[in-house]
T-cell receptor, first 117, second 110 residues
Framework: DAGVIQSPRHEVTEMGQEVTLRCKPI?????LFWYRQTMMRGLELLIY????????DSGMPEDRFSAKMPNASFSTLKIQPSEPRDSAVYFC???????????????FGPGTRLTVT | SQQGEEDPQALSIQEGENATMNCSYK?????LQWYRQNSGRGLVHLIL?????REKHSGRLRVTLDTSKKSSSLLITASRAADTASYFC??????????FGKGTTLSVSS
């Protein structure tokens, strides 16, 4: 298996532009997580899905952020409009979960480094 | 909310020495996980220890869990330059998600 795939790996955009980050989880995994990592705040959970259904989006900073998972093999994180403070590394991770508890390891993608100027 | 806090924030050692990192958390958990992150890469799972386990080994890694003190430690024996990375502990939150600490940055010099 190729692991979790994220695209693009790097994104540089201007303030006000729309940014779409993409993630393909490991085949067969039923949980998908979006994280944001910065030096100041560390690794923050933004939103996660179980069986394609958003379970907890309390980490999404504001309405400018949205995430979708139209099927088991694809998810997007969209920022519209983007702001300089959104600059960070965004990670997607997937896991195979059962029983509704986090007893299984998460597999992380390589991340998307976003720079908003 | 449950959160792991690693200590120390940074650790510098020589090759061959042992490295110990600690993690404290706030509420009861059913398991605790440790991850490694090399510079510019995603996190990689190292080991999971369940609440009914006190110690677990994986190669040069040894993890302990003390649920009475709400703490865990990760020991890397005979460290190598390739062990240079950031190490994170993660504890479960509601549902299937995890909460990660800020991490310990380990630097191993040859």
């Amino acid at each position: 298996d190729a692991g979790v795939i994220q695209s693009p790996r790097h994104e540089v955009t201007e303030m006000g532009q729309e940014v779409t980050l993409r993630c393909k989880p490991i085949s067969g995994h039923n949980s998908l997580f979006w994280y944001r990592q910065t030096m100041m705040r560390g690794l923050e959970l933004l939103i996660y899905f179980n069986n394609n259904v958003p379970i907890d989006d309390s980490g999404m900073p504001e309405d400018r952020f949205s995430a979708k998972m139209p099927n088991a093999s694809f998810s997007t994180l969209k920022i519209q409009p983007s702001e300089p403070r959104d600059s960070a590394v965004y990670f997607c991770a997937s896991s195979l979960s059962s029983g509704g508890i986090s007893s299984y390891e998460q597999y992380f993608g390589p991340g998307t480094r976003l720079t908003v100027t | 909310s449950q959160q792991g806090e690693e200590d120390p924030q940074a650790l510098s050692i020589q090759e061959g020495e042992n490295a110990t990192m600690n993690c404290s958390y706030k509420t009861s958990i059913n398991n605790l996980q440790w991850y490694r992150q090399n510079s510019g890469r995603g996190l990689v799972h190292l080991i999971l220890i369940r609440s009914n386990e006190r110690e677990k080994h994986s190669g040069r890694l040894r993890v302990t869990l003390d649920t009475s003190k709400k703490s865990s430690s990760l020991l890397i024996t005979a460290s190598r330059a390739a062990d240079t990375a950031s190490y994170f502990c993660a504890t479960p939150r509601a549902g299937t998600a995890l909460i990660f600490g800020k991490g310990t940055t380990l630097s191993v010099s040859s």
